[in-house]
């Protein structure tokens, strides 16, 4: 059974930066996609970047473009969120997913997800 356990968010100031990290247990790592979604207060779950199995290909919605950074470390089971210039409308519950697919963008695509990480922006 895969597991995936979030860490590194927290409460930063407007333009603060912070990255979250995902390790991931059980599985052949180096085969899943991987993926941070994010969900606010009383709106639905979104997407906001993938990667591939390969750690090349990503995907990024554009509320992340230019300021987020996903990145896949193979060797050490891991993958991260590297958040710069952060906004209070970045508040959200992040997610780090799992796919046995190359790189998907629709939730149902994801097999696996961790119990989430808190990300407050706020001065």
């Known amino acids: 059974q895969v597991q995936l356990v979030e860490s590194g968010g927290g409460l930063v100031q407007p333009g603060d930066s912070l990255r979250l990290s995902c390790a991931v247990s059980?599985?052949?790592?180096?085969?899943?996609?991987m993926a941070w979604w994010r969900q606010a207060r009383g709106k639905e779950r979104q997407l906001v970047a993938a990667?591939?199995?390969?750690?090349?290909?990503?995907h990024y919605t554009d509320s992340a473009k230019g300021r987020f950074t996903i990145s896949k470390d193979n060797a050490n089971n891991k993958a991260y969120l590297q958040m710069n210039s952060l906004m209070p409308a970045d508040t959200a519950v992040y997610y780090c997913?799992?796919?046995?697919?190359?790189?998907?963008?629709?939730?149902?695509?994801?097999?696996?997800w961790g119990q989430g990480t808190q990300v407050t922006v706020s001065s």
């Open positions: 059980g599985g052949t790592f180096s085969t899943l996609a």
């Open positions: 990667i591939g199995w390969n750690g090349i290909n990503t």
């Open positions: 997913a799992a796919s046995s697919q190359f790189l998907v963008t629709h939730q149902q695509g994801y097999d696996y």
